[in-house]
Nanobody, 115 residues
């Protein structure tokens, strides 16, 4: 199993980024997936979740209305559109399953939001 996150970067507050998660070696289309993030000195937290068919989503309260999770099962890829970014969104972002035994974490993608 390989999960490869990309799309992070340095952006000013109020800016936008689109993260991608490319999955391989796993049954992507039957798994609910999630975007997670870990800020320095803090525990990893679930930011957004999407059901296997993309029909249901849910978000951490602090990102609701600003982030949008989506997926393309044909491409085995998941996305996170992040708008109106805030300095507190600064973290390394990871993707993984939402439920059950999680796969080994990928390298993540760094998102840094400057004030």
């Amino acid at each position: 199993v390989q999960l490869v996150e990309s799309g992070g970067g340095l952006v000013q507050a109020g800016g936008s980024l689109r993260l991608s998660c490319a999955a391989s070696g796993m049954p992507f289309s039957i798994n609910a997936m999630g975007w997670y993030r870990q800020a320095p000195g803090k525990q990893r937290e679930l930011v957004a979740y999407i059901s296997s068919d993309g029909g249901r989503t849910d978000y951490l309260d602090s990102v609701k209305g600003r982030f949008t999770i989506s997926r393309d099962n044909a491409k085995k890829t998941m996305y996170l559109q992040m708008n109106s970014l805030k300095p507190e969104d600064t973290a390394v972002y990871y993707c993984n399953k939402r439920y059950g035994d999680l796969y080994n974490w990928g390298q993540g993608t760094q998102v840094t939001v400057s004030s």
